[in-house]
């Protein structure tokens, strides 16, 4: 008999003007908020806008914007800091998956004893201040997940952090705040948010409910994806994307991420590539490796019936290889570079494919794949990476 484990944040508000019904909820959460936010963000007027809110209600705040790149342990512990001084009782985290992720672990770390990398591979918990988190792009699923990223300066190793706690009491999502988002990032996130819902539908841990929010998300992403890359003020595909990447975080928080997401950490940490963009980089071949996992052929042939891309008379092999063909296509349309075009130094990744593959297996990810994944496997599929 199956048995599983479902959570998600208590309360998601989705849609245009999302913020201003919000905002009762927000009032109960205390009296000084932390905005952690980035720079473009606080430019556009919208950090501000957020403190317009607060304001009318009686809650004053301060803003931490200073987050050149993805999260590391020296951007939290500097967003911490400005948290205790200021004496803030709950954090905003409000942009694109650093802002959002660098919130969760102010949250955490404003309790926790110790340094963050003490609770690497440990279930995070405690009285955490409460978390409102405002997606700006549509990708991460950060508002969605009880997870977040950081890289550890010391090692340099990109690091999954978890717990419960760690959920956002309040997601207020309001896909208008995507519009302004350049395609480089339309592109990054919205394979990200599609890596999400294939790993998670495809995951050891893939449920029931998990499932509906899988092939729901894949379908909006396919759909909509180039349309918000062509036309970023396609107001239809960037809610369609918007709700997609949420669906996608939910999926991750019950089901988790495989194989793609376990060799996209490193390439991030390492050689500094977005996230998504990583994820766009390897997910195909990472993909067709995994195929032959047990269920894995079924699980892809469904993806690529709910897709449009395969009939239900075709076999599972046929019909999981027009998934990848799709998948494909895709990332070509999307412009997805290789690690040559992106300007990766190829000797350079050479000499760290063995760190990367072990950080790979480290992280716990790869596990969840439906095939059993070792290291040679991993430096294999990096290798062909590099020599595309």
Request: aromatic share 6%; hydrophobic share 45%; proline share 4%.
């Amino acid at each position: 008999i199956m048995s599983f484990n479902f959570t998600c944040a208590p309360r998601t508000i989705f849609g245009e003007g999302a913020l201003e019904i919000a905002a009762p909820y927000i009032a109960d959460f205390g009296k000084k908020a932390l905005i952690v936010t980035g720079k473009i963000i606080t430019k556009t007027g919208l950090a501000a806008k957020v403190q317009d809110v607060l304001s009318v209600r009686g809650i004053s705040s301060v803003v931490f914007n200073d987050l050149p790149g993805e999260p590391d342990d020296k951007m939290i512990d500097a967003a911490l800091s400005v948290f205790k001084s200021e004496k803030c009782d709950f954090i905003i985290g409000l942009g694109g998956g650093t802002p959002l992720d660098t919130a969760k672990a102010v949250a955490a770390m404003a309790v926790l004893p110790g340094k963050l990398s003490d609770y690497t591979g440990k279930e995070m918990s405690g009285d955490f201040a409460p978390l409102v988190l405002i997606p700006t792009t549509a990708g991460t699923g950060s508002e969605a997940t009880k997870f977040f990223v950081y890289t550890d300066t010391a090692t340099d190793a990109k690091l999954l952090m978890k717990g419960d706690a760690l959920l956002p009491k309040l997601a207020v999502i309001d896909y208008t705040y995507t519009i302004s988002s350049p395609v480089s990032i339309t592109v990054a996130t919205g394979m990200d948010a599609l890596t999400h819902a294939v790993e998670a539908y495809t995951s050891k841990k893939a449920n029931p409910v998990t499932d509906i929010y899988c092939l729901d998300a894949i379908k909006r992403i396919f759909k909509y994806l180039p349309a918000a890359a062509k036309d970023g003020n396609d107001r239809t595909a960037r809610e369609q994307m918007a709700l997609a990447a949420y669906e996608a975080g939910v999926c991750i928080n019950n089901s988790s991420v495989t194989l793609v997401h376990g060799m996209s950490r490193p390439i991030g940490a390492l050689f500094h590539v977005p996230h998504g963009i990583s994820n766009a980089m390897l997910i195909t071949e990472c993909l067709r490796f995994a195929l032959d996992g047990e269920g894995a052929e079924e699980r892809f042939a469904k993806i690529a019936e709910e897709i449009g891309e395969a009939e239900k008379t075709d076999s599972p092999s046929c019909a999981s290889k027009k998934f990848l063909g799709a998948l494909e296509r895709l990332t070509k349309t999307l412009e997805v570079p290789s690690l040559r075009e992106y300007g990766i130094d190829l000797e350079k990744f050479a000499g760290s494919e063995e760190k990367m593959a072990s950080d790979a297996l480290a992280s716990g990810s790869p596990a969840n794949t439906r095939k059993a994944v070792i290291k040679e496997d991993i430096i294999a599929i990096y290798d062909r990476l590099r020599l595309a």
